[in-house]
């Protein structure tokens, strides 16, 4: 039987779109995750309940250069609305002219600007969470997306992390100059980027940019470790927050959002889905990928990855474990299937981090980045990702 308490008064996020405002129920969005968060995923996250969901990380630059798989990688599902795009760039004329493609094209409903990407091959270029120590471009890069959104109604945020390192701090003058910009929201995901995805996430830092905030009426996100409805309650109790940001938590367990809408309705039953529960969602996700890839050989490859996350903690026989990495074709999916043996959600192993645990290390930066903050560097204009 579920139990209920009196439901926490959570203020709505709004987004004001070119249609009015949108109220986002719950205030929880999906973050954008590269190779994960496309129209499939986000299918999937908008059903289990997330209130927004953001696309893969596009580079500018592919996007005006119309490249088809960075095409693909802002194609909507059916029915997503708003549609939300994660928008890198080094370059404030290539974000200026990404962002008046969406709008004049009618592709986007909202625009994410990514300042917090800590992987060698983004920060090398001087992006990601490279960029907000150079105060001047990360200002005029901010400043053309948000003036380039304008006369089309599209609202634009920001993701970013503490800094560089913790010499190196960027989060709290880079937040304040991006709401004096005229963004409507600051996402922090609460390690900086020599931290990757180590340790625990520093919630604090979420608490400190609420109270940075306030006088502009910015409201912030937070980010990092929310692997249950509990933990997105705690971080918003805990910090002020306005809405929480949801990563490596939903990886193979897209019903963490149900499980997160529940909570903040004050539903202190966790949703705990069986494996048969389970498999019909991995099926689900399987016919969603492979209609979006057109192939069902490339949908079920990509389907791959998500397979061991989706299986993390019940018991499968080893054989069948390693065939459901190897899938090929839906029907062979539901054979495998249909083999499993129903079983209660394995809550400690199955509530584990999980994902990217990549161990902290130096930020890999274009030489003499960190000489001067307020120098308008000659960084090398390239795209980070090769498909988009």
């Not at 194609?75 to 939300?84: A, N, Y």
């Not at 129903?342 to 584990?352: A, L, M």
Request: glycine share 10%; proline share 7%; charged share 25%.
């Amino acid at each position: 039987m579920v139990s209920a308490t009196t439901p926490r008064l959570i203020k709505p996020l709004t987004l004001p779109l070119a249609s009015g405002e949108h109220a986002i129920v719950p205030p929880v969005v999906l973050a954008p995750m590269a190779g994960i968060t496309n129209a499939p995923f986000r299918t999937l996250a908008r059903e289990q309940g997330a209130g927004l969901f953001i696309s893969e990380m596009v580079t500018a630059r592919a996007l005006i250069e119309r490249r088809p798989e960075t095409l693909r990688m802002i194609l909507p599902g059916k029915g997503e609305w708003p549609r939300s795009v994660q928008l890198y760039s080094v370059d404030p004329n290539v974000m200026r002219a990404a962002v008046t493609m969406l709008g004049n094209e009618n592709l986007a409903d909202h625009v994410d600007m990514n300042f917090g990407c800590p992987v060698p091959k983004v920060t090398r270029k001087g992006g990601g969470a490279a960029l907000p120590y150079k105060r001047r471009l990360f200002n005029s890069i901010v400043d053309a997306a948000v003036d380039a959104a304008k006369p089309f109604g599209i609202p634009v945020t920001v993701k970013m992390r503490i800094g560089i390192d913790s010499d190196h701090e960027t989060f709290l003058e880079a937040a304040k100059s991006a709401a004096d910009l005229g963004v409507n929201w600051v996402a922090l995901h609460a390690r900086t980027a020599e931290q990757m995805y180590e340790g625990k996430a520093d919630w604090s830092a979420i608490a400190r940019l609420v109270e940075h905030l306030k006088p502009t009426g910015v409201p912030v996100l937070g980010n990092g470790d929310i692997w249950s409805g509990a933990d997105g309650v705690a971080m918003m109790e805990e910090t002020g927050c306005a809405g929480v940001v949801v990563g490596r938590g939903c990886l193979g367990r897209p019903w963490l959002f149900k499980d997160l809408a529940a909570a903040f309705s004050g539903i202190e039953e966790r949703y705990l889905p069986s494996l048969f529960e389970v498999r019909e969602i991995m099926f689900r996700h399987a016919q969603l990928i492979v209609e979006y890839f057109e192939s069902e050989e490339r949908g079920c490859r990509d389907l791959r990855k998500h397979m061991a996350w989706y299986l993390k903690g019940f018991r499968v026989p080893s054989e069948v474990r390693r065939a459901f990495g190897m899938v090929s074709t839906l029907a062979e999916l539901r054979t495998l299937l249909d083999q499993l043996v129903d079983q209660p959600y394995p809550v400690e192993i199955g509530n584990s981090p999980r994902g990217r645990t990549s161990h902290g290390r130096p930020v890999t930066l274009p030489d003499g980045w960190l000489k001067d903050p307020d120098e308008l560097a000659e960084i090398e204009i390239e795209d980070a990702f090769s498909g988009g």
